[in-house]
């Protein structure tokens, strides 16, 4: 039954707000020709429009004139229209560089993501959960993604009208200008309020989103297990529990960041009421009908310095959901990576002597699982590595692959310590077949051509009759080139010679065999035996069994127990010795004998 568990990651309050703007303003950093460009653009076309107004009102002042002068009102008019025209053009074009720039922001976050993912230490992936990794690739990154495509052009424009309307005011009234520019204190006032109680809440919103996105992907990939052990209930309530945070913690951030429009408004109106009153109290004062059309010039820029106002409320509102999406990636990317390797050494010859000399490990300092662990394996051998659950055989195997560092002691191939050689390089000197028959999606030659994409399909099918599956493959449509997925009509049994098959097709010196033939019928096993013989002939091999009968015929048996090895030899010897081995043997075997007498 899983677990039903989310993400630990704690859903507090953004962690520092203005260093999340600050990694998302450097992400800009190689486009920023492309930002300069668009942002001249904006700006170009901005100062456009806000001088449109002012050309209008001198048009509308050549009408209140007693003798109107038309060639000089059509050359306004001709002006007015090209300078709107510009300002579409220039404002369209910046649009479309802003989008792409967007949008490559976005697949470099995802590429750095999926980058990261390969870096990291497998201990991470202990800890986490891969939904959440999942949601920070996607639901993070999309988030990102849209809100740079429309604030960067917003915030431009308003910050442009905000500056440059005032300007244009001052040239009609100063006295309504100074009246007006209330607004400004009031606004950002209300705004920084705002975003200083709704910014935790839009922090939790995608924290909750990550978790419910792991609990989702963990029972979608093991749904039959929660159907069989009608765990429906169970994890719905889970579901429910998650999904009642989140509603809660997104309920909250929009309320919160939905009063900034309305806030905004209702200082604009109030402002705009203003001016109206003191505009009329000032024309009348002066007895001026010309000053009318300059009131009315002036309630035009009132309305357009209110909607820059409005603008910066929405982009601060934005700014605060994509703060923190920015803060979960950069969290991510800022883990600390596996180990440099500092050493590249390699085998001139690989012969497959692999000694673990005095090796302890614990997955976690308080907690040591291998104790002082010694033992060689000679070229060619065939080691078993039996024992209870919990006793140490799937770490050793980590260890052997470099997936952990070791405590303490060191691990040899050839003499050599792994520690001098290349992660990558030490994984490439074993085939592993596990017990879980990982096949991605793709055609069976994508498949078995994984482990050495440059082997010949002559080769390929030579191991896949060596591995009994030739036969099998041949009979499925597309043959070599159907494309495997979920629900492809391929039993356990036939996946796990697929993965022997491409064991064989990678040619590794040496080999890790992990729970092999488990889930298997004996027919099959047989298949999957006799398969293993010929894929584990002249090369060092590593085998992990449940099954003990598998097991026999192997050159030295590990029996281990609590992380220490507390016999080894072959078979005949440790049934001999009437030891752990023994007691381990004979009881599964007394265990097979009943299941065959119920049945």
Same mark, same amino acid.
């Given at each position: 039954?899983?677990?039903?568990?989310?993400?630990?990651?704690?859903?507090?309050?953004?962690?520092?707000?203005?260093?999340?703007?600050?990694?998302?303003?450097?992400?800009?950093?190689?486009?920023?020709?492309?930002?300069?460009?668009?942002?001249?653009?904006?700006?170009?076309?901005?100062?456009?429009?806000?001088?449109?107004?002012?050309?209008?009102?001198?048009?509308?002042?050549?009408?209140?004139?007693?003798?109107?002068?038309?060639?000089?009102?059509?050359?306004?008019?001709?002006?007015?229209?090209?300078?709107?025209?510009?300002?579409?053009?220039?404002?369209?074009?910046?649009?479309?560089?802003?989008?792409?720039?967007?949008?490559?922001?976005?697949?470099?976050?995802?590429?750095?993501?999926?980058?990261?993912?390969?870096?990291?230490?497998?201990?991470?992936?202990?800890?986490?959960?891969?939904?959440?990794?999942?949601?920070?690739?996607?639901?993070?990154?999309?988030?990102?993604?849209?809100?740079?495509?429309?604030?960067?052009?917003?915030?431009?424009?308003?910050?442009?009208?905000?500056?440059?309307?005032?300007?244009?005011?001052?040239?009609?009234?100063?006295?309504?200008?100074?009246?007006?520019?209330?607004?400004?204190?009031?606004?950002?006032?209300?705004?920084?309020?705002?975003?200083?109680?709704?910014?935790?809440?839009?922090?939790?919103?995608?924290?909750?989103?990550?978790?419910?996105?792991?609990?989702?992907?963990?029972? !979608?990939?093991?749904?039959?297990?929660?159907?069989?052990?009608?765990?429906?209930?169970?994890?719905?309530?889970?579901?429910?529990?998650?999904?009642?945070?989140?509603?809660?913690?997104?309920?909250?951030?929009? !309320?919160?960041?939905?009063?900034?429009?309305?806030?905004?408004?209702?200082? $604009?109106?109030?402002?705009?009421?203003?001016?109206?009153?003191? $505009?009329?109290?000032?024309?009348?004062?002066?007895?001026?009908?010309?000053?009318?059309?300059?009131?009315?010039?002036?309630?035009?820029?009132?309305?357009?310095?209110?909607?820059?106002?409005?603008?910066?409320?929405?982009?601060?509102?934005?700014?605060?959901?994509?703060?923190?999406?920015?803060?979960?990636?950069?969290?991510?990317?800022?883990?600390?990576?596996?180990?440099?390797?500092?050493?590249?050494?390699?085998?001139?010859?690989?012969?497959?002597?692999?000694?673990?000399?005095?090796?302890?490990?614990?997955?976690?300092?308080?907690?040591?699982?291998?104790?002082?662990?010694?033992?060689?394996?000679?070229?060619?051998?065939?080691?078993?590595?039996?024992?209870?659950?919990?006793?140490?055989?799937?770490?050793?195997?980590?260890?052997?692959?470099?997936?952990?560092?070791?405590?303490?002691?060191?691990?040899?191939?050839? $003499?050599?310590?792994?520690?001098?050689?290349?992660?990558?390089?030490?994984?490439?000197?074993?085939?592993?077949?596990?017990?879980?028959?990982?096949?991605?999606?793709?055609?069976?030659?994508?498949?078995?051509?994984? $482990?050495?994409?440059?082997?010949?399909?002559?080769?390929?099918?030579?191991?896949?009759?060596?591995?009994?599956?030739?036969?099998?493959?041949?009979?499925?449509?597309?043959?070599?080139?159907?494309?495997?997925?979920?629900?492809?009509?391929?039993?356990?049994?036939?996946?796990?010679?697929?993965?022997?098959?491409?064991?064989?097709?990678?040619?590794?010196?040496?080999?890790?065999?992990?729970?092999?033939?488990?889930?298997?019928?004996?027919?099959?096993?047989?298949?999957?035996?006799?398969?293993?013989?010929?894929?584990?002939?002249?090369?060092?091999?590593?085998?992990?069994?449940?099954?003990?009968?598998?097991?026999?015929?192997? %050159?030295?048996?590990?029996?281990?127990?609590?992380? %220490?090895?507390?016999?080894?030899?072959?078979?005949?010897?440790?049934?001999?010795?009437?030891?752990?081995?023994?007691?381990? !043997?004979?009881?599964?075997?007394?265990?097979?004998?009943?299941?065959?007498?119920?049945?």
């Amino acid at each position: 039954m899983p677990s039903f568990g989310h993400a630990g990651m704690s859903a507090d309050k953004s962690k520092d707000f203005k260093k999340s703007i600050r990694y998302l303003l450097m992400a800009f950093r190689p486009y920023r020709v492309a930002v300069i460009f668009s942002i001249l653009l904006s700006l170009v076309g901005t100062i456009l429009s806000i001088v449109g107004p002012w050309v209008l009102n001198k048009m509308m002042e050549l009408v209140f004139q007693d003798t109107i002068n038309f060639d000089i009102l059509i050359k306004f008019g001709i002006i007015l229209a090209v300078m709107y025209v510009c300002s579409f053009l220039f404002t369209y074009i910046e649009n479309i560089i802003t989008a792409k720039v967007s949008a490559k922001i976005a697949e470099n976050f995802r590429r750095q993501i999926i980058e990261k993912i390969n870096r990291l230490p497998l201990s991470y992936f202990d800890k986490n959960m891969y939904g959440d990794v999942l949601s920070r690739m996607t639901n993070d990154v999309d988030l990102i993604g849209q809100t740079l495509n429309t604030t960067l052009p917003n915030f431009i424009t308003s910050a442009t009208m905000i500056i440059g309307i005032p300007v244009m005011m001052f040239t009609i009234s100063w006295e309504l200008t100074l009246f007006s520019l209330i607004e400004i204190p009031l606004a950002i006032g209300l705004i920084l309020l705002i975003v200083k109680f709704s910014q935790k809440h839009f922090f939790k919103q995608q924290v909750f989103l990550g978790d419910i996105n792991s609990h989702i992907e963990e029972i !979608y990939s093991s749904h039959n297990v929660v159907k069989a052990f009608n765990g429906e209930e169970k994890a719905l309530a889970e579901f429910d529990v998650i999904n009642k945070k989140l509603r809660t913690s997104a309920k909250k951030s929009r !309320y919160l960041s939905s009063l900034m429009m309305p806030s905004i408004d209702f200082v $604009g109106n109030m402002i705009y009421a203003g001016v109206c009153v003191l $505009g009329a109290y000032i024309a009348i004062s002066r007895n001026s009908l010309v000053f009318v059309t300059s009131i009315i010039t002036f309630i035009t820029y009132i309305r357009l310095f209110h909607q820059p106002m409005a603008q910066l409320g929405s982009v601060f509102s934005s700014l605060q959901s994509s703060a923190a999406a920015s803060e979960r990636v950069m969290e991510f990317l800022s883990e600390a990576d596996e180990p440099a390797d500092l050493k590249d050494k390699k085998l001139k010859k690989v012969k497959g002597r692999v000694e673990f000399d005095h090796v302890s490990f614990g997955y976690s300092p308080d907690k040591t699982i291998i104790h002082d662990f010694s033992f060689v394996a000679e070229p060619g051998q065939s080691i078993a590595i039996v024992g209870p659950t919990g006793a140490g055989k799937t770490t050793l195997v980590n260890l052997l692959m470099r997936f952990y560092e070791v405590n303490s002691g060191d691990i040899k191939i050839d $003499g050599v310590s792994i520690k001098d050689m290349k992660r990558s390089y030490v994984r490439s000197l074993f085939g592993m077949v596990l017990q879980d028959t990982w096949l991605f999606e793709g055609t069976i030659r994508e498949n078995l051509k994984f $482990g050495n994409p440059t082997a010949t399909d002559e080769k390929m099918i030579e191991d896949c009759k060596m591995a009994n599956v030739h036969h099998f493959i041949t009979t499925l449509p597309g043959n070599y080139d159907m494309v495997l997925k979920e629900d492809s009509m391929v039993s356990q049994g036939q996946r796990q010679l697929l993965t022997i098959a491409r064991a064989m097709i990678q040619n590794s010196p040496m080999l890790i065999l992990d729970e092999a033939t488990s889930s298997v019928d004996t027919r099959t096993e047989v298949l999957i035996q006799t398969a293993m013989e010929r894929l584990t002939k002249g090369r060092t091999s590593f085998v992990i069994a449940h099954r003990l009968s598998t097991i026999r015929n192997a %050159d030295k048996i590990i029996v281990m127990n609590n992380g %220490d090895i507390v016999e080894y030899g072959n078979h005949e010897q440790l049934m001999e010795k009437q030891g752990f081995y023994y007691q381990l !043997y004979s009881s599964q075997f007394d265990d097979e004998e009943k299941e065959n007498k119920k049945k």
